[in-house]
């Protein structure tokens, strides 16, 4: 099987290319990239006036898949995945059973080696059942090929279990993901605190319940000389506090989601409980912050914290409705909109936040359109508009934060392993 891709412009941060070149891929490997190659191979791609770049790589998906096959599985969240463009997810652990243990991993490895369209890599727990208590056996779940730890949706409390978990995780070569939340101080909070909360008569969760534990996070990490991840950073302190960290020569590193950088608290106005997520979303200063800091290298990654829930769970009263929101098939087109229209990034800087950088946190050989690399790659019609509809989702859930928005660049090809996965 060979597939030469003609003439698009082809954008490579890893190595430096940013030119119109041909791309050829013989069986699961990208075998040359040159101008004007000239081969017959089986399927020829015409990509003029298109941007060819490496499959995206998310490192925060939830699959739902086992536990929660009514919100999403595998098979559905790959093709939701392979329409945006996203060739690797690294999905997050807290299904039912959560990833906890070597005999959660198989069951799930099972699943994907059946039903998987893409690359599907596995986070594995910090503690067992999520339930800050007990440290799951972070070398076993290293040897049932975890490729990270993460308790996400939960932040674990205790600051000796979490020094002990980074200990660990750095004598077992694993990265820690942390999902920094002090509930003690956002509680029952539904969205961000401020003008808003007060207004809407909604209970709101402050910047400090996420900086906060982000400081203690990143100096359990410095005191253990253990690599670290911040997901989902929201709002300006946090940016501040890993900027500080990073010119220490702490090793942290972060990622942001795109309604972090698209959205504010003023489009909880309506009570939209697609708007609901946790963190919330923020003030206008914070998206500026989350925007300059994607701009200056203090987040390195941008992930969709894809988190679908049922119609029942989301449109119901609004302290109720599940936090999160569906993000695989929008993410690249908001930023998109929102970052390279606005010239916040330019198209390799946008590249290396969706490919580059996180497959270089997760120690992967994807995310560039090396030689012999695996061939994961993706076209895009950069110029063509779409607005967001439920109808056209793929995803199992429909909770999106941008349904009605007008968006920039489609997907037209994405290659996963030397395959077409999505054409559309
Ligand atoms: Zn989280
Ligand atoms: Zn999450």
């Not at 000796?160 to 980074?166: G, P, V």
């Not at 203090?298 to 993000?327: L, M």
Request: a negative charge; proline letters at 3%; hydrophobic letters at 40%.
């Amino acid at each position: 099987m060979s597939i030469l891709i003609k003439g698009g412009h082809v954008i490579d941060p890893a190595n430096k290319i940013d030119a119109v070149m041909d791309i050829l891929i013989e069986g699961n490997k990208i075998s040359k990239i040159a101008k004007d190659i000239q081969i017959k191979a089986e399927t020829i791609i015409d990509a003029k006036n298109k941007i060819v770049a490496p499959g995206l790589i998310d490192m925060h998906v939830h699959l739902r898949e086992p536990g929660r096959e009514d919100k999403e599985t595998v098979a559905t969240a790959t093709v939701a995945a392979a329409k945006g463009g996203v060739t690797t997810v690294l999905a997050m652990p807290n299904t039912q059973p959560a990833m906890d243990c070597i005999e959660s991993i198989e069951l799930l490895q099972k699943i994907i080696k059946k039903d998987a369209k893409i690359n599907v890599l596995i986070c594995g727990t910090i503690t067992k059942g999520r339930l800050g208590k007990e440290l799951s056996d972070i070398n076993a779940l290293k040897k049932a090929d975890a490729y990270a730890i993460s308790d996400d949706g939960c932040s674990v409390d205790s600051d000796e279990l979490m020094s002990e978990a980074f200990k660990n995780a750095k004598q077992s070569g694993l990265l820690t993901i942390c999902h920094s939340e002090d509930k003690t101080l956002s509680g029952k909070g539904v969205i961000n605190l401020g003008f808003n909360s007060t207004r809407l008569g909604l209970r709101g969760i402050s910047n400090e319940s996420e900086y906060k534990r982000i400081k203690r996070d990143i100096e359990l990490a410095e005191k253990n000389g253990a690599a670290v991840h911040i997901a989902h950073v929201s709002c300006q302190e946090s940016v501040e506090a890993i900027a500080k960290a990073k010119k220490k020569g702490i090793k942290v590193t972060c990622e942001t989601a795109p309604h972090y950088f698209a959205l504010t608290e003023d489009a909880l106005l309506g009570y939209d409980t697609n708007m609901k997520m946790n963190p919330p979303l923020r003030s206008k200063e914070d998206l500026l912050a989350i925007k300059q800091g994607l701009k200056d290298g203090t987040i390195d990654v941008i992930a969709s914290d894809h988190a679908p829930h049922t119609e029942n769970e989301k449109d119901i009263e609004f302290e109720r409705a599940e936090f999160g929101v569906v993000g695989l098939e929008t993410e690249l087109s908001v930023a998109i909109t929102e970052l390279l229209e606005k010239k916040v990034l330019t198209w390799p800087e946008l590249i290396e936040k969706f490919c580059l950088n996180p497959a270089e946190i997760l120690g992967l050989d994807t995310g560039r359109l090396t030689k012999d690399a695996p061939a994961d790659v993706i076209i895009i019609s950069d110029q063509q508009s779409w607005v967001v509809d439920k109808k056209g989702l793929v995803s199992k859930s429909k909770n999106c934060a941008f349904l009605g928005y007008s968006l920039k660049g489609m997907i037209d090809y994405t290659i996963c392993n030397g395959k077409v996965v999505y054409q559309r």
